[in-house]
């Protein structure tokens, strides 16, 4: 009885698994021995707590069962993707002695520098976005362990002690200290705070007003920006890092302001870079590299006092008080120190901390998956009773970082804010565009085939962007603004140039096409031209010209007179910045 009201109330004590008891030896003269099993011997039952427990552990287990197999999935794919790109494949046969040597495969050809957009475009075009980061460092699997130590470093923390850098391994998802590290552990390589009065502490923004604040501070033009808290403003010194001059009739909320980065150290992943600049008039000129590598050498070694010279003039530099001497004329120019901007679009390859973990979200689906469709393999389904739709990229995606890179080649990061790429797909213009593109291949040499296509920059207006992504750019229309090398489509290898006709509209926005362009060969144009001129003037059959220019051999503006040689193929959308920051 003690034995059945113990099972009753269940016990903690170990359960006994030996139920049966130990088999009697087989006696032939009683068949029936084994025909009565022998009674249950009474068994003790953990309680509930001690199974949800148990459960609670088999469920984690499980868990991390399948993450660990999304981080090595992760690592196998970028594993594969670097071999295939980066390895070299040798040859294992061996040359038999007297045979003729093998012919030299022929070079393929090649883009210059400044052509190289087509060649990473078409590449970017061709492949699914790429949705993991770079392979970590050490063995292809990862234990339990490991994957714990992965998901401790995306802890973020900052320090309030003065004099400590961000750190660079956790970046690069690499630190094995997690959150016990001295170093800061944020999401960039820079990092903005702002100090409360009342506690004295220091508080990171958000993220908006982080990048916002990185842009404005690497351009040496800006001294203030507007600090917007609610319904006060109050000024923000880049200089001396003060915030002063509340309004609102709130009070001070902020009085400082400080910028957490990498440290400068060149032989470390993700360092800071630095620019060094000198005022000339009413705007700012970057030093030469000799003289900006004198500078940060002083710097390093914490010399207040530097001295340069050119063939011209000798120089006085005073790091401390930030001022230029020309010691013979004895004039004296300000001198600015600022880092170079580092995007997260440009970081995002090799940064950890927006890349590391596996993406829950699933490609699109591609238009048409099979091997001979006619549309680029990165193209979405299209509703068919729709003309046109306009896909926006993600940051993950190849096209995206291409496109940023070329766009800012000309628009610097730190005066003018990329909101958004769109990619346009529209079959009807695209299968117009692909057939011109084949008949305009078939009298080309394979160098000129190379260089047929190109991607230029078109400004335009709000109001006219749904017109052009249905109808596309018409040529007919030319005459809106100069018409100087022909009364057609104009487009300009720089987004600079095209800045110029991209009005802005009421909510700040410019726009901008980024368009397939056939230009083919070339020729100078004039106003008069409504077409291009014949190759050969003399014979009324001659083939004429593709595109004119406004210059050989280095045209910066390529004009076509016809809609189905040109395809808008990115819609870029932007605004110039505002030295003004809304603090949430």
């Not at 502490?201 to 917007?228: F, I, K, M």
């Not at 090799?350 to 193209?379: F, I, K, M, V």
């Not at 078939?442 to 709000?462: A, D, Q, V």
Request: with cysteine; hydrophobic share 30%; net charge positive.
């Amino acid at each position: 009885m003690a034995d059945q009201a113990q099972t009753q109330q269940g016990s903690t004590a170990t359960p006994d698994l030996s139920v049966l008891p130990p088999p009697a030896p087989y006696d032939p003269a009683s068949p029936t021995q084994f025909r009565q099993p022998p009674p249950l011997r009474p068994l003790s039952l953990p309680k509930q707590g001690v199974l949800d427990e148990r459960r609670s552990c088999r469920r984690k287990r499980v868990w991390l069962r399948m993450l660990h197999r999304r981080v090595k999935q992760d690592r196998k794919q970028a594993f594969h993707h670097l071999s295939l790109g980066n390895c070299l494949i040798l040859d294992s046969t061996v040359p038999v002695p007297g045979s003729p040597a093998p012919k030299p495969d022929p070079q393929p050809l090649t883009l210059p520098d400044s052509e190289l957009v087509e060649q990473e475009l078409s590449e970017a075009e061709s492949a699914p976005p790429s949705l993991s980061g770079p392979p970590l460092d050490g063995e292809e699997g990862l234990t339990l362990e490991g994957v714990l130590d992965l998901l401790q470093q995306l802890q973020y923390h900052t320090h309030q002690q003065g004099g400590v850098s961000i750190c660079p391994d956790f970046l690069g998802g690499r630190c094995p200290q997690g959150g016990q590290c001295p170093l800061h552990h944020t999401a960039l390589p820079y990092h903005w705070q702002l100090r409360r009065k009342g506690t004295r502490r220091w508080e990171s923004v958000g993220q908006e007003a982080n990048d916002l604040l990185e842009r404005l501070y690497c351009s040496p033009d800006h001294s203030y920006v507007t600090l917007r808290v609610r319904d006060q403003a109050a000024t923000l010194s880049l200089d001396e890092m003060k915030v002063s001059r509340w309004q609102g009739g709130g009070g001070v909320v902020y009085d400082a302001a400080r910028r957490l980065s990498t440290a400068p150290d060149p032989s470390k992943e993700f360092h800071t870079q630095y620019r060094y600049y000198w005022r000339d008039g009413a705007g700012w000129e970057e030093y030469s590299k000799e003289f900006s590598a004198t500078i940060s050498s002083a710097l390093s070694m914490n010399q207040p006092l530097v001295s340069l010279s050119s063939s011209l003039h000798c120089y006085f530099l005073s790091l401390k008080e930030c001022f230029q001497l020309n010691v013979s004329t004895g004039r004296r120019r300000d001198l600015r120190v600022r880092p170079l901007f580092q995007s997260p679009a440009s970081l995002l390859p090799q940064l950890r901390t927006l890349s590391g973990s596996p993406s829950t979200g699933t490609p699109s689906t591609p238009l048409n998956p099979a091997a001979s469709s006619p549309y680029p393999e990165t193209w979405v389904p299209l509703d068919p009773s729709l003309y046109f739709q306009q896909v926006p990229l993600t940051l993950e995606d190849p096209a995206f970082r291409v496109v940023y890179q070329h766009f800012h080649k000309t628009m610097p990061e730190s005066r003018y804010l990329l909101l958004g790429i769109s990619r346009v797909q529209n079959p009807f213009l695209w299968d117009k565009y692909k057939c011109k593109k084949q008949h305009m291949s078939r009298r080309m040499s394979p160098e000129e085939r190379l260089r047929n296509e190109r991607h230029l920059f078109h400004g335009t207006s709000r109001s006219s962007i749904e017109a052009i992504c249905k109808h596309n750019l018409d040529p007919r229309l030319s005459g809106k603004h100069a018409a100087i090398y022909g009364q057609g489509c104009y487009f300009a290898r720089t987004a600079a140039y095209s800045h110029r006709y991209a009005p802005r509209d009421q909510q700040g926005e410019h726009h901008v096409f980024l368009c397939k362009v056939l230009v083919g060969r070339s020729a100078p144009g004039r106003p008069e031209m409504r077409r291009p001129p014949p190759i050969h003037p003399d014979d009324p059959a001659s083939d004429l010209y593709n595109s004119c220019v406004d210059k050989l051999p280095d045209p910066a503006l390529f004009v076509v007179f016809e809609n189905d040689q040109c395809y808008p193929y990115f819609l870029i959308r932007y605004k110039e910045l505002e030295p003004s920051v809304t603090i949430e």
